[in-house]
Structure formats: C-alpha cells, structure tokens
C-alpha cells in the first residue's frame, strides 16, 4: 500500500529534541515501512514555530503534486482543513489536547479548527476511547460511523527494562515542567516515601519549577536530555508518576510501560494502564486525593521489591500486547484497506488544484 503521511511543518521528522506528534509520525512510517509497505512524508520546515503550520499549509498542493499514492494521512488541524479546501479526502488523527482543555481565544481557536477537520475528515483516528466520545459531543452523533479507535505506539524493543540497574529509588516524571502537568503533586506525594523524583523535560516556567522543588524532598529537575539518556532514564528507574491534569494519550506513559515501570497516573491515563500495572486515581479526584494515593502506591512498592517486579512485568506485557508499532500497524492497515473497498480514498495521482 502506497501512504502518504502529512507532518506538521513545525518541526522535522523525525524531531532533533521534544515533538510528540513529528516523533509519532516518523516510528509510525518506520513500522509502515518494515511491515512492507511504500511511505512518503511530506513536511517542511521553515521557523520552527507554531504559526508555520499555517505556511506549510499552504504550501501543501505544490508538494504533493505528482506523488502516487492510496491514502493521504493528516495529523493536525491547519493541514487537515487545507487538504478538505482543496478536495482531496484524508484519514485524520487529531492529537490536539483541546479537545479537553481550551482556555482563551488560541484554545478556543484550536478547538474549531479541530471541529472542522473531523466533520470533513473521510475517516478520524481517536486515540483513545475516552476522546472519540469527546469528539462525538463536540461534532455530532453523524462521527459515530466514521471515527476508530487506534493508539499510537510505543518501540518496545528500544524501550525495555533493565532490572540489574534498578536501586528501589526513582520515580521517573517526563515531560514539559508547567502547571498543566501538575508535577508539584507527585512531588509532594513521594516525599518521606524513599523515591526520589527524577523530572525530565523543559523547563519554560522557572516559577512554577521552584513550585514543583519546593513541593518534595529529594526533587531533581534534569531540563531536556538527549534520546539514549531519556531510553536510559527509563530503563533504570523504578515508578513512572505522571499526573497530567490533561492528555490525549501519553507517548510517555507507553514508554515507561514498555520499560516496565509500574505507573502512577491521573485519570487522563487511565484507559492505558491495566490493572495490576499500576494505580490510577479517579476520574474527578482531587488533588489531595491524588497525592494520597500516589503516596500509598510508592510506600507499597518501597517495601515491596517483588511487587514492582510484578507489575512492572505487566506493564511492559501491556504495552507489547496493546501498542507495541506491529499491532498499531495492523489497525490502521486494517482501516485503510475497509476505506478504500469502499471507494477511492484519495486519487491514484496527486495534482495540484
């Protein structure tokens, strides 16, 4: 099958650092390619700023004119609405996080935008369960036949445990330190529990750092760390914390169940995490109640070593079993084979219009 994969125009693929999407894009191309199949990516980068989608955007016809291929997938909104402009039908996977959080007029803006290319999408990948009935709220019952849930991925044979350089005492945190993430409680609630908490990720708001230090007793704020450090990092640590008070599906919680790491999560996680594979606290929760129980999961697991052994084989079996890339790679295959039985999905050769 020849696929035509669209990037974001903000940054290359695959992404030099931090780039969840152009990151999702070019493994997800990788494990096309090694199930047998043709894939292009088509993406330009200009400034590397967010406003350069909408310049990618448009010059999105030029550069898909005189490409052959099947199918044309789309995975952000400016994109996706150019393509609906000019005609040409797409599968769309939305990855925007405002499907639940749109505070301000750029929030707000993102979420029409994210709208509109669903209602004009051939075919819309959910992530998650959890956000196609979002969508379904958002857009209207018609989306119903026409979205799927399928996960991103997660390369299980890069991210792995390595049992022997374990000490019983990191929480491993990944991800951009601001409020949104709420990092302040996993620090609070692994103090006086024996974890220190190891944080990697950006550091854009120093204010709210000095909160997230302030919050435990042995905090570590590493900033932004290289691929083979972050695969390290994972490898070596013994809990994976993330209490997100927002996520549409956490490519680092996949990660940290590949490397086998027991997960303590919000409830925006909880469709990833298996039972027995760590804790989730409930949808609603408080922050109070968030803390005690991500406390009590980590002093179970200090004075436990063999339970951290366990669930975190269950995590790492979860993640192969669920979204390890050959299976992602299925589903989607799967999709793009049930779409085109039913008609072209895009011309057999692109032009420009």
Do not use: C
């Not at 929030?107 to 009935?133: I, N, P, Q």
């Amino acid at each position: 099958m020849r696929i035509v994969l669209v990037g974001t125009g903000v940054l290359p693929i695959p992404p030099e650092g931090y780039g969840g999407v152009e990151r999702t894009i070019a493994e997800y191309a990788a494990a096309l390619r090694a199930a047998g199949h043709d894939v292009t990516i088509v993406n330009e980068v200009r400034g590397r700023r967010s406003l350069d989608e909408y310049w990618f955007a448009g010059r999105l016809p030029r550069l898909l004119e005189g490409l052959e291929f099947d199918v044309l997938h789309a995975s952000t909104p400016v994109v996706a609405n150019r393509l609906a402009a000019r005609g040409r039908p797409f599968v769309y996977t939305s990855h925007s996080r405002h499907w639940f959080e749109r505070g301000g007029l750029g929030g707000r803006w993102g979420l029409w935008l994210e709208r509109r290319a669903v209602r004009r999408a051939t075919h819309t990948v959910a992530l998650t369960e959890r956000l196609r009935r979002r969508m379904l709220d958002l857009t209207g019952a018609e989306l119903d036949a026409r979205s799927t849930v399928i996960p991103i991925g997660v390369d299980t044979t890069r991210f792995r445990p390595d049992w022997d350089r374990r000490t019983g005492t990191v929480a491993l945190g990944v991800g951009i330190v601001a409020p949104f993430k709420r990092w302040h409680l996993a620090a609070a609630a692994l103090k006086g529990t024996g974890f220190r908490f190891k944080l990697i990720g950006p550091r854009p708001d120093r204010s709210y750092a000095d909160v997230v230090r302030s919050a435990g007793d042995a905090v570590e704020l590493v900033g932004e760390v290289d691929e083979e450090t972050l695969r390290r990092a994972y490898a070596e640590s013994d809990l994976l914390v993330h209490p997100s008070r927002v996520e549409l599906l956490a490519g680092v919680v996949l990660q940290g169940l590949a490397a086998g790491l027991p997960v303590l999560g919000a409830a925006p996680v909880a469709e990833l995490v298996d039972p027995g594979a760590g804790v989730v606290a409930p949808d609603h929760a408080a922050d109070d109640e968030i803390v005690g129980r991500f406390r009590a999961a980590a002093e179970s697991y200090a004075r436990d070593p063999s339970a951290r052994r366990r669930d975190g084989d269950a995590a790492r079996a979860s993640a192969v079993r669920r979204f390890g890339w050959p299976r992602v790679v299925d589903d989607h295959v799967e999709l793009y084979r049930r779409l085109l039985d039913g008609g072209p999905l895009t011309p057999r050769r692109s032009r420009a219009t």
